[in-house]
């Protein structure tokens, strides 16, 4: 079955206090998009890589190129919601294929998560990574909370990877607030969601804290190499 990651890169970056979109923030000197883009071909060396990226920013994509001259890497324009940048993602997908959507700004995501992600949904359809919660959760109801138990909590990551066939059917559907990842968009198309164990490095860079983490990750890694 061919394999196709789907890198969203859409969003604007506003919460890093800077102009210029996370994706492209240097890490290790490489715009942290390119290390999440490099964690795909090394864990496939067959593997198509789409990237979406906003309109404004579609003349930074040569960036995105440098070192993966062997893979083939599409750039298409993002929409308004992630529901949208995924969506056109789709539509550059022909035939059978096993679609990896991952968050770009996931950037320490690591070729074996994304091997075990690939595995799991190759056996059951679907799979959608995650980890356990470690902190106190409580839920807000009307004008007041209560306490959620962590033990039935799980956050989510990406990669979530999907058949083609039903990741196109699901996104047929009109946009809703709660599609919030893909596994929303699936399940609410009928389909049951597998999880399966993620990372917890495998962080999502929002605030100017999570690059100082990946920072400290990525030099505990190449020490360890």
């Known amino acids: 079955m061919n394999r196709v990651a789907i890198i969203v890169a859409g969003g604007s970056g506003t919460r890093m206090g800077h102009e210029l979109p996370k994706q492209f923030h240097l890490l290790q000197g490489k715009p ?65 294929a096993l679609v990896f959507v991952h968050d770009a700004v996931r950037c320490l995501v690591t070729a074996d998560l994304i091997r075990r992600c690939g595995d799991a949904a190759e056996k059951n359809g679907n799979a959608v990574p995650c980890i356990e919660a470690s902190d106190s959760m409580r839920v807000i109801i009307g004008d007041r909370n209560e306490i959620l138990s962590r033990e039935y909590v799980r956050l989510i990551q990406t990669p979530q990877v999907f058949r083609a066939d039903v990741l196109k059917q699901a996104f047929d559907q009109p946009y809703e607030v709660g599609f919030t990842d893909e596994a929303n968009v699936v399940e609410s198309a009928g389909q049951t969601i597998h999880l399966v164990p993620g990372e917890t490095e495998n962080i999502k860079i929002t605030n100017p804290v999570d690059m100082a983490v990946a920072q400290h990750v990525m030099l505990k890694r190449m020490g360890a190499s």
């Open 32 to 96: 942290v998009i390119w290390h999440s883009i490099k964690a795909f071909t090394e864990a496939y060396s067959d593997i198509r890589v789409i990237v979406v990226l906003p309109a404004r920013y579609l003349d930074q994509s040569h960036y995105i190129n440098l070192d993966f001259h062997s893979h083939v890497i599409q750039v298409v324009e993002g929409g308004d919601s992630r529901f949208d940048s995924v969506k056109n993602g789709l539509r550059e997908v022909i035939g059978d």
